[in-house]
């Protein structure tokens, strides 16, 4: 599943005995980012990252595309940082949008950015530039982390990534001259190429060096409202293994379900046969890499159902599609959220829906009563649900209804505000070495490997987002297809002339195993490194369905027959495909 809408599929389907649930907004997006600042802090950050922009000084972002990446909060206060002319940092191997604001762009080699944190990192420490009072009050194993960094010179990181030592320099300084108002962003889409929660905890320990945690203008600690959960019976206990992987044995710092997981017990039957699944909100064969053992999963099952508001790839594939209304004409979950003050907000429906589709509250409900469990949804509807909520929390219904939206009182988020800092981690301080990662057989400080690189006239490929649409799921929006109708590929100038292109021609991509995309056309650009290409995600639908999405542009998710898995936590890499390009007749 993926988002808040699957809140009663999930309910429906735990009471009737289900116990593998997973989403790709886990194990390909924000899972090794999580369980990288679990295992450094204590606690994950979150959604959104409590990233305090507007009060930062300097903004570090490695990846991280704000901008084209529309998180809408962090965009705005991204453009009011770029109007304070606070010094910005980029590093990407593609002249992002955010690049373009920033006052140093490091255009590193893709997969390489744990040599430059590890190289920044030891940088520091050796010039003592770091907020030692913090180090020596919270820190954990500081001096074997910094006997282990040492090897790791700013000139060997610009042997590994491409950039000048004087760069690498150069930015550090001015980040690390501006703590604890720093920020070094722990980004959020992380699965790049299958080491990614040892890159995000060396982004963590940066940060620790920063000392910026819960501190103004660095990351605060989110503040959230409470609203008790309508009294709902338990769920029953299976004695079953999980297939999920989110039970640690696999892969012993995941705390969600691992898609890839379920998807592999799908195809092995173990650790038992799985017979169906249940789709909500999620067009696996985009967002999943390897779309042949996602097909096959397929195969081997007796049902598979798919709820959508669009005839998607997957949906395709379904023996069942419950088609749902759109969240402009349906009554939600209620959403309580995190943020500098957190709040309670309310989806309500707009305007009625044109069709048959109906609410997932009532699809699931339905289910319930089908299924014979209607007791675990021991309400009329939607309505008398969420007031119960609303008003048990002390809050008013009327008021939320008509403003929509409900803020709490603001609380201390930062030290400056008088919070006092703790730590959940198994030494109750932020682990510069980690005892619990050794033990389970990992490093307990992030050490370098470098990646393989493609066969010669192969390009890796990378990805990220177009600011207009979402995922896979607004190409055939009349509103937003007119604005980007499909999606280019970026490729250097020099490698284009190499390669006899021509921006605005249309080429094919075929990958290291010979899988070819849909045609889509040349950008021939300096924006990008030579070396990788870049296309942006959720185009080259395959669905005949979907008239005006169909086959336009190329689909990423279809050209990544390889991945790898990080060990750690079970999230799989979406750069580790390497592609050539093939002319048309
Ligand atoms: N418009 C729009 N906005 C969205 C979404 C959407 O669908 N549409 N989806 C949302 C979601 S769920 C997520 S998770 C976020 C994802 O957005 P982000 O978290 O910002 O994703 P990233 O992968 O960090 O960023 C992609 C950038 O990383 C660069 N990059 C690629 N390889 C490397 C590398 O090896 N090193 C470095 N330093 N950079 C590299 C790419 O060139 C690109 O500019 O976006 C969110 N915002
Ligand atoms: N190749 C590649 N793979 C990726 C990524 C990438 O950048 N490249 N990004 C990764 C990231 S960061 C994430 S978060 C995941 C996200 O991946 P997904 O969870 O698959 O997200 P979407 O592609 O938006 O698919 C959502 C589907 O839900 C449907 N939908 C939208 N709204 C509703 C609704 O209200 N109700 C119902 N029932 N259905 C709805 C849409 O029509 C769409 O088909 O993908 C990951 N996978
Ligand atoms: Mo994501």
């Not at 604001?101 to 997969?111: D, E, Q, S, T, V």
């Not at 006997?147 to 990534?161: C, F, R």
């Not at 709040?343 to 289910?367: N, T």
């Not at 296309?535 to 542009?553: D, E, P, Q, V």
Request: glycine share 10%; proline share 6%; charged share 20%.
């Amino acid at each position: 599943n993926h988002g808040f809408g699957q809140r009663f599929f999930q309910h429906v389907l735990k009471s009737w005995g289900v116990i593998n649930v997973a989403g790709p907004s886990y194990a390909q997006c924000r899972g090794p980012r999580d369980a990288g600042f679990t295992l450094t802090y204590g606690s994950g950050l979150g959604s959104p990252e409590p990233t305090d922009i507007k009060n930062t000084e300097c903004l570090v972002l490695i990846g991280s595309h704000l901008g084209e990446n529309m998180h809408n909060s962090q965009v705005q206060e991204f453009a009011q940082a770029v109007e304070r002319k606070v010094p910005i940092i980029v590093v990407d191997p593609r002249f992002s949008v955010a690049a373009s604001k920033a006052r140093y762009w490091l255009p590193i080699i893709p997969g390489t950015d744990l040599a430059l944190l590890l190289a920044w990192m030891n940088l520091l420490v050796t010039e003592g530039r770091y907020d030692k009072a913090f180090v020596d009050q919270y820190g954990h194993g500081f001096d074997k982390f910094a006997a282990e960094i040492k090897q790791y010179t700013v000139e060997w990181a610009a042997g590994e990534t491409g950039l000048a030592p004087e760069l690498i320099r150069a930015a550090a300084l001015e980040f690390a001259g501006r703590r604890p108002a720093t920020i070094i962003h722990p980004g959020r889409r992380v699965n790049w190429h299958g080491d990614d929660t040892q890159r995000s905890r060396a982004i963590a320990l940066l940060s620790g060096l920063m000392g910026n945690w819960g501190r103004k203008g660095g990351l605060f600690l989110a503040s959230g409202l409470k609203v008790p959960a309508y009294p709902l019976p338990p769920y029953p206990k299976s004695s079953k293994p999980k297939a999920d992987g989110s039970d640690g044995a696999r892969y012993p710092f995941a705390d969600e379900g691992i898609t890839t997981s379920i998807r592999d017990a799908t195809l092995t039957e173990k650790p038992y046969p799985i017979k169906g699944w249940f789709v909500y909100s999620t067009n696996l064969l985009q967002a999943l890499p390897n779309r042949e053992e996602t097909l096959k999963a397929f195969d081997k099952l007796d049902l598979l159902v798919v709820c959508e508001t669009i005839p998607s790839e997957t949906a395709a594939y379904a023996d069942v599609i419950l088609p749902e209304s759109i969240f402009l004409e349906r009554y939600d979950e209620l959403l309580t959220g995190y943020g500098r003050v957190g709040w309670a907000a309310l989806r309500q429906p707009v305007v009625a829906s044109p069709h048959e589709q109906k609410p997932g509250w009532w699809i699931a409900k339905q289910l319930a009563e089908k299924l014979g469990i209607g007791a675990c949804m021991p309400f009329k509807d939607m309505e008398e649900y969420l007031k119960t909520r609303v008003q048990n929390a002390g809050l008013s219904w009327e008021t939320l209804k008509k403003d929509g939206v409900i803020m709490g009182t603001p609380k201390p988020i930062t030290v400056e505000e008088g919070l006092a800092l703790e730590f959940d981690t198994p030494s109750k301080k932020v682990e510069f070495w980690s005892d619990q990662i050794a033990k389970a057989g990992f490093d307990p400080v992030p050490k370098y490997t470098r990646h393989e690189r493609g066969p010669k006239g192969y390009y890796c490929l990378i990805t990220g987002r177009c600011p207009v649409h979402t995922f896979s799921r607004t190409q055939s929006n009349p509103l937003l297809r007119d604005l980007v109708v499909e999606n280019q590929v970026w490729v250097n100038i020099t490698t284009a002339t190499k390669e006899g292109l021509k921006n605005g021609q249309y080429v094919r991509l075929k990958n290291q195993d010979g899988v070819v995309s849909n045609r889509v056309q040349v950008k021939a650009t300096n924006r990008i490194r030579p070396g990788c290409v870049y296309i942006t995600h959720g185009f080259g639908s395959t669905n005949k369905m979907l008239k005006s999405a169909y086959l336009r542009g190329a689909s990423a998710a279809g050209l990544l027959t390889r991945y790898k898995t990080d060990p750690l936590m079970g999230g799989t890499s979406i750069h580790s495909n390497q592609v050539t390009f093939v002319r048309e007749a």
